[in-house]
């Protein structure tokens, strides 16, 4: 196995809850723990190896071949945290360039020029964002009022800049009205 990042389920506190966790076999096939936790982390080769080799269905690891591009593709669908990580851990433990895909243009850049959008909430007290975009997409589409990146949802006002279709367009709007109206 070269060049394969592995997904598993791992984590596993208290027996009832598990998170993602990740493993690398690089291009000289050397495995690397990238990410491991709780009762069900695969800190070993050999425990990595036997899930793949022993887990079927919804519980068999996930295999991504980094050197073919539709799994690239797939691995860039699943979590775009996840995926800021992993090619972040990458590029600095093992000097490899994963690019990262652009949800808007869905250009493949730097993990550099890539911001990370649409914090959500989840599970009552945890926020993650689940968009990423280029640098360019960004600032094609943020709002000068409030910085935040908005996929085609911007208004124009001449002079001043795009802003939200809501919020902030309509409070710049006041804003401009109040300004320029004689008292
Ligand atoms: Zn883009
Ligand atoms: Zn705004």
Known sequence: MKNTLVRYQGGGYDGCIWEWNYAYFDEQGKFHDMYSSGSMGRPEE??????????????APELFNLSLQPDIDRLNEINAESVMSISQW????????????????????DVLD?????????????????????????????????????????????DEGQY????????????????????
């Open 114 to 158: 890539i911001q990370l959008t649409d914090l959500r909430k989840e599970g009552g007290i945890v926020y993650s964002h689940h968009g990423k975009v280029c640098t360019l997409c960004f600032s094609e589409k943020q709002c000068d009022g409030c910085n935040e990146y908005n996929p085609g949802e911007l208004k124009t006002i001449e």
């Open 90 to 109: 990458l590029e600095k433990e093992i000097g490899y360039e994963l690019e990262v895909q652009c949800d808007d243009c869905k250009t493949y850049v």
């Open 46 to 59: 050999s425990q990595v190896r036997a899930i793949i080799a022993e887990l079927e269905g919804e519980d």
């Open 164 to 183: 939200c279709a809501d919020g902030c367009y309509d409070e710049k709007m006041r804003e401009l009205a109040e300004c320029c109206t004689p008292s």
